[in-house]
Each structure stands twice: as C-alpha cells, then as structure tokens.
C-alpha cells in the first residue's frame, strides 16, 4: 500500500469554468513548442492559434500543429496506467490504478537499487525546455544517467560547437532578416519546419536573401535556393575542407575579427593546404569552378553570410567535423554577434535579469560517473545530455556497471534510433521499462509500464526559460481538462519520488507552487506569465560589444585547435575519409521528414493520417534501369537485417545516383493505433548494425552510413 495520495487530478486553477477564456500554451504536436493561444469555452477548446503576443510566430500553427484537436479527440490513446501482462512486446496489458502502476514502478526501482545502485537508474526524454524536471528527478534518485534524444538527433553538432566556441551549436542564432546569403548542409527549413525560422526563412527569401543549398536530394527548401549543389552523400566535410583552402588562399576572411578572436589558424592551414576546389570534386561532385564562384561571391556579402550548422543533414563517423568546419566558416566570416550573422543566445543576466530557479539546485550533485563515459572517458561528450547507445551497450555487456531500470518520458527510441532489434535485446535485460507517452509508442508497447501523461492541451509544464538574442520565459498552462485518466509529468516524477523517500525535490503540492518556486527572484510572477504567456527579459536584443566578446573556451577565444579533443585524443582538423559509392543494387539510405508528420508520433492522427504523402523510394533513373526498376514499380527495400519493406519506386533526377530516399516516420507496428499500423516502412529498422556505429567524436550514430539493397518486388509483393 502506498502512502501517497494519488487519487487528485491536479487541475489547474480556473480549467472547466465556464465562460469564454484564452490560456497561453505552447503546441504539443511536435518538439519545437510553439508558443500557442488557446480559446477555451465552458471548458471545451474552441480554438488554437499562433500566440499573437510573440510577433516572430503571430497567429501561424503548422499543419501538424493545427492538427492538435484531432489528436485531443482521438481515442486511440493509453486512457489508464497500463502493467504488463505477458511477454514483453506481446500486447497483454492490463488497466491499473495509479495507486498500482506507480508502486510498481517503485518497486522496479528498489529492486535495481539494491542490485546495481543508484546509478542503476536511467531516464531518456526529448531534450529541449523542460528538462529541469527530468534531470531534477534523476538526480534526486542519486544517479547520473540522465539521457535527452540526441545521440540521434543534433548530437554531433552540439558537441562540436562546444569543442570549437566553448557552447553547443544550439547557442547560435541566425540573423536572417538582415543576412544576404545563407548556406545550408541539408538543412530543410521549408519541411522540417519550426514555425517562426520558416517564416523568417520564406521573409528573407522573398527579401533578396541568396541561397546555396547543399543536399544529395533536392528538397522544396532546394527549390527556394538560388544555388543548389547534389553533393555525394555524406561528403561534405571534403567540400568545407576545400572552402576553407580557398577562402584563405584568396584572401577572403575577416582579418580582423580573426586575429581577435580566434586560435590555431596555423593548425588550419596545414590542414587545407592541398584541399584545392580540384581536390573535392571527385569527392563531392561539385565543380571545382562553380566552388570558385561561391566564395567570390560571399566574399563580397560577408559578414552577411551564414554557414548553417545543421541538425540532421549527415549522420556519419566524420558529421562532428562537418559542424567544426561550418562552425570555423563562420569564423572566418567574422560575423559572430554581428547583424546578419550568428548572433549568440544569451541568459537573463545579459541584461541584467535572473534565470529561472533550477528544480535540480535542490538535490546534491551525483559524483558517480555516467555509464556512457560521456565527461570520463568520453571528455568530447557532453555529460549535460550524454550519448544513448551507451546505455544499450551498457545494458548488454554490464559494463562499466549494470543498469536496471529505464524511464523513456517523451521520447520513443524504437522510432527515433536505429535497429530495433539490437535495442529489444538490450532492453530484455532490464528489470523495469516504464513508458511515459500521450500515446502508444513503439518503445510504449514494448514496455513494462505505460503511465499516460495528459496532453498538452490538458495539463501544465514547468515554466521554460529560453535563451535567445532576447531571453524569455514562457509558459505552457492547462487549457482543459484531461479527458482520460493521465496525469502531468511533473506530478508523475513527484509521486515516484515520494515512493522512494526522496520527495524534497519536487514536493510541491500545485503547479503554481512550482511556478513561485522557479520565477524566485526573476521579477516576474505567475499572474503576468498568464497574461501573454511568453514573458520578454529585454526590450530588444543588444549585441556583445566587440571588447568585451569572450568564449566560453579555456583560451577564451574560438579554438581551432581544442583542448577538449586532445585530452580525448581526438585529432582537431582530421583529413577527409573518402566514401566508397555503393553500386549495382546497394545505396546510402537518405531519410528525411515531412512538413505534416513528426516523426513517428503523426500518422495515426485522424487528420494527418488521411494528408499524410504515400511513402515513395526516390531512385536516379541511371541506377533504376539497370535494375529494371521504373517509374511507380514496387521495390523491396532491404538493410542488411530480418526487416525489408516494399514500396513505390519514384525514378527522378532529384537525388544522387549514389542514394535512394525515403521519409522517416512510417512502419509503426502497434496494434491499438490502426490508422498507422503496417502504413509503409520503417527507415530506423533498415539501419541494421548502426546502433553501435557511431561518430567517435560526436557520439552520434553514423545514420547515413546506412547501405540498403533495392530490387525488383516479387510479383503480389507489394503492399
Ligand atoms: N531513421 C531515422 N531516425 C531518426 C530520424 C530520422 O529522420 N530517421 N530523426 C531523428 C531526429 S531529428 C529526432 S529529433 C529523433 C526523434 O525521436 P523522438 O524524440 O523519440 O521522437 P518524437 O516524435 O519527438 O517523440 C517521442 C515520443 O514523445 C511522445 N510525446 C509527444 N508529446 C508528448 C507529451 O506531451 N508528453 C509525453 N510524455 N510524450 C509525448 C510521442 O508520442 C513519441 O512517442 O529521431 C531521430 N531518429
Ligand atoms: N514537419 C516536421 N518538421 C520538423 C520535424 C518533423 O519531424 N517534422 N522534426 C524537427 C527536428 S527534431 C529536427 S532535428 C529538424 C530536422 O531538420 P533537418 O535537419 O532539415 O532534417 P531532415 O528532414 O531529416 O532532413 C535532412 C536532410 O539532409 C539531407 N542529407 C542526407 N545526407 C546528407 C549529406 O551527406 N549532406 C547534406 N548536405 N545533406 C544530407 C537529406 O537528404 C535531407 O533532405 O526538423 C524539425 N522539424
Ligand atoms: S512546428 Fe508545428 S507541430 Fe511543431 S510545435 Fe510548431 S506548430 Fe506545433
Ligand atoms: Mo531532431
């Protein structure tokens, strides 16, 4: 029996009154969170909007994002904590109380104190505002191993900006409103959208903004370019190696601004002295003279120039140096915190304000060492959000120590990182898998435990403070109540804590209390948050004077050559390892979204089901007719493992011979969310063998490594 009371839903103060109101959110469809505006009458959403206050979003929601209600009516949802009944993956649940399913948890979790220790304990969630609340949890039960969605996502680039400008690249800020010519790696601003860059992006475009856009496949971003380059797959370092060599040999960097603020320029000119335009063609396909062309003509728009450091573009054993070298393209730019530019993200006390009040300040710090090595014998890892597959791998040899238990909140990494299957094996080892989801996830359905958090529109978060050129706080309040027995996550982990005798962390009774609690000292209080929902900590943005611009790196400036690498014994500027180019019936696999799903958590979304784009396989027709594959033909698709799928073959000029393409998000397998059961194939479980296989440097997992075989399906094979 448990001692906690657990039978409250803790609504919001004012949720379901009558009347007509406006509750200030941030969209729940996607983890961009959008600030959003809410229209509430007699306690039913009427309407959901762009919040107006902020005028970079204004009222604009994506499709996904104006999908929102559909998913707040749809059924198809855990409605109750559910506990495993059979195997693990087998589908037999039963419903439980909270009462029940947390105590279960609980018990889980003293079981792998007892056999492993604290640091036994592990929990993943999708990185981004809100994870005070997570780390505070995993802190407060003593272990270190704290995980956020990266190993997959931007992990590579937000630790090759920490090794070059001393912040992950996140700290960056792109200026486009009043930059001239904008260069992106892959970077899909048009589809795989964040609804303020994409308006800004469109804005500027339709302003004069030059375009060169980079990718082995072209995109709508492609289409908005004024210079698209269909690179081989995964070779751009070799093309940045060689803008580097040009730019300096020409003459064309910010003199200035380098001499100032930057190290080991001597390293990068040993480095790219025979990475001539000629040099890269064979390895990037881009001629050597339309290379020549680019850098004359940002020659004459810098500092106005930006090299985006990407997120997802490539994915393999040398991405950490493609970031690291966009990252010194930028240098060499001089346009850090200049108009234009890159302008660096800054905390309240830029301006004179208060962050919020970390939660996690309120337990001791966790001095054992993470069981990724990310800060130990990984030093270029950052240890703030460390490397996933070292969890897995961990959970598969014991070693450095065993892991019992594993909170995946918000987070599906049977979608989200590669081979499945590998994964499935690691997590039979555990003694406790407790998914905390809005809906069914493939990691959901293979778990122990299913406690259904309330959706965004149902419940509140802990406040957001977000650095940015102007830092703000903002909110995401409860519009409604929650239609099904679910629960916020905040009163989920305070719960567990109070199970496991550590409640000081997060023992607040309401949400507000938490609120108080964060907003101490800022000069903000919760009433004003209410109001607007997004709270401005600076009237407008003041760039860093020159003088007193300073790196967070040990020499202070932006360093080339960096201490972080050396000690890890990791070279600063590799040479480029040139990429076999798969033939007859192998291809790198491209993945890529789509500008109305979220990964894998939008096509069982009764409207996005029904817009979603049929899954083709883009194929270069020199590589399609000798395989006898044309046009609108069935292909099987197959990587290396037990897993294949079939689909339409779209033959076109708009990818690399090289590569065959397709959109992430499809081959869902649970039962229970029929519209996007057995709809397509899954590309994560085509990336056979690249759990394990990943950028040394980065951590990240070499995705776009991935080699699949394409033929002919068998006549009757098509789905
Ligand atoms: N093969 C392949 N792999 C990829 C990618 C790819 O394109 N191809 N993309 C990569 C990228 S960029 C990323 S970011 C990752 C994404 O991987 P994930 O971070 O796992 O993906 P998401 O779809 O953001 O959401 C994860 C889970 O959060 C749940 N969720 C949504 N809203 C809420 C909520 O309010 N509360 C709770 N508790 N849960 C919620 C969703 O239902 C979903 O199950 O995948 C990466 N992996
Ligand atoms: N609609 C929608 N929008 C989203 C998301 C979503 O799920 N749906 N997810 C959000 C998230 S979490 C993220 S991280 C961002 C991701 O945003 P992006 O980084 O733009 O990611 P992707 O859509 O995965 O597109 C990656 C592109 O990289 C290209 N590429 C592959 N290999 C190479 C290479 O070697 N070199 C170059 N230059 N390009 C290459 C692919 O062809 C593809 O077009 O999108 C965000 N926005
Ligand atoms: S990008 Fe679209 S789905 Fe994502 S948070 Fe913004 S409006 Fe919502
Ligand atoms: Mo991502």
């Known amino acids: 029996m448990s001692s906690a009371s657990t039978t409250l839903a803790p609504n919001v103060r004012g949720v379901g009154a009558p009347g007509r109101r406006k509750v200030y959110s941030m ?13 509430v009458e007699n306690g039913r959403v009427t309407w959901i909007q762009g919040n107006p206050h902020d005028e970079a979003i204004g009222a604009s929601l994506c499709a996904k994002g104006a999908a929102g209600l559909a998913f707040e009516s749809d059924d198809q949802r855990p409605q109750t904590p559910l506990i495993r009944m059979g195997p693990r993956g087998s589908g037999q649940w039963r419903r439980a109380s909270w009462d029940e399913a947390l105590d279960v948890v609980a018990d889980g979790l003293k079981e792998t104190i007892e056999a492993f220790g604290p640091r036994g ?123 580097i060599h040009e730019i300096l040999k020409t003459e064309s960097y910010d ?64 991405s950490f140096h493609v970031t690291r070298s966009t990252l010194i393209l930028n240098a060499l730019m001089g346009n850090i915190e200049t108009p234009g530019g890159c302008l660096i993200a800054k905390p309240p006390e830029f301006y004179g304000r208060k962050s ?13 060492p993470r069981v990724d090595g990310a800060g130990t014998s990984r030093p270029s890892w950052d240890p703030g959000i460390g490397v996933l597959h070292g969890l897995f791998s961990a959970l598969e040899t014991a070693q450095p120590y065993g892991i019992g238990a594993y909170f995946a909140y918000r987070h599906d990494p049977l979608t989200g990182m590669p081979d499945a299957e590998a994964m499935k094996r690691a997590m039979d080892k555990l003694k406790l898998l407790v998914s905390i989801d809005v809906r069914y996830s493939e990691t959901g359905w293979y778990s122990d435990v299913i406690l259904p958090e309330s959706t965004y529109l149902e419940r509140a978060n802990i406040l957001a403070g977000i650095p940015g050129p102007v830092p703000v706080i903002a909110m995401r309040d ?114 890529a979204k789509t500008a109305t799903l979220a990964h894998g958590q939008s096509l069982n979304n009764p409207i996005l089901s029904e817009i979603a784009p049929e899954q083709v396989l883009w194929i270069h027709p020199d590589r399609a007719r000798p395989l006898g594959i044309g046009d609108g033909d069935t292909v099987e698709i197959s990587g290396g493992g037990s897993y294949a799928g079939t689909m339409k073959a779209r033959v076109t000029t708009w990818i690399h011979p090289e590569a065959v393409f397709m959109l992430h998000g499809y081959g869902a397998t649970v039962p229970l969310a029929t519209r996007a059961l057995g709809v397509g194939v899954a590309d994560q479980r085509l990336q056979h063998g690249k759990l394990y296989d990943f950028d040394p440097a980065g951590g990240g997992c070499a995705l776009t490594e991935t080699v699949v075989r394409i033929r002919p399906a068998a006549a009757g094979g098509a789905r």
């Open 121 to 243: 304990i592990a929990l993943s969630d999708r990185g981004g505002f809100f994870t005070d609340l997570t780390r505070t949890f995993v802190k407060a039960l003593g272990s270190p191993n704290y995980f956020n969605h990266d190993a997959s996502c931007n992990g590579n680039a937000h630790n090759a900006g920490r090794s070059i400008y001393g912040f992950p690249s996140a700290g960056l800020v792109f200026d486009y409103a009043n930059t001239k010519h904008l260069v992106l790696y892959g970077r899909n601003i048009v589809e795989s959208l964040m609804v303020k860059e994409a308006k800004a992006f469109m804005a500027a475009v339709a302003n004069g903004m030059r375009v060169t856009y980079i990718d082995p496949r072209a995109t709508v971003t492609a289409c908005k370019a004024t210079r698209y380059w269909r690179v081989r797959p995964n070779s751009d370092y070799a093309l940045n190696l060689a803008l």
């Open 27 to 39: 969209c729940g469809m996607c983890a961009v969170r959008c600030p959003m505006e809410v229209t």
């Open 356 to 368: 919020l009040k970390p939660l996690a300040s309120r337990v001791p710090a966790v001095t054992e």
């Open 478 to 591: 409860q519009a409604i109540a929650p239609r099904f027995d679910s629960r916020p996550a905040w009163w989920i982990f305070r719960e567990i804590l109070r199970r496991m005798g550590v409640k000081e962390a997060l023992d607040f009774e309401t949400i507000e209390e938490l609120w108080n609690y964060q907003l101490e000292g800022t000069g903000v209080t919760v009433a004003e948050m209410r109001e607007e929902g997004v709270v401005r900590l600076a009237d407008a943005p003041k760039l860093t004077p020159r003088e007193k611009l300073r790196f967070p790196t040990p020499s202070g400036k932006i360093e080339i050559e960096s201490e972080v690498l050396a000690k890890a014994g990791l070279p600063c500027l590799p040479p480029y390892e040139p990429k076999e180019a798969p033939a007859g019936d192998r291809f790198t696999l491209l993945f």
């Open 255 to 318: 003199k200035v601004f380098v001499e100032r603020f930057v190290t080991g320029m001597d390293a990068l000119r040993e480095a790219v002295k025979d990475t001539t335009p000629e040099w890269q063609e064979p390895h990037t396909g881009v001629p050597a003279a339309e290379l020549r062309a680019f850098v004359k003509e940002i020659a004459g728009q810098a500092p106005r120039v930006i090299f985006h450091p990407g997120w997802m573009s490539a994915r393999h054993k040398q």
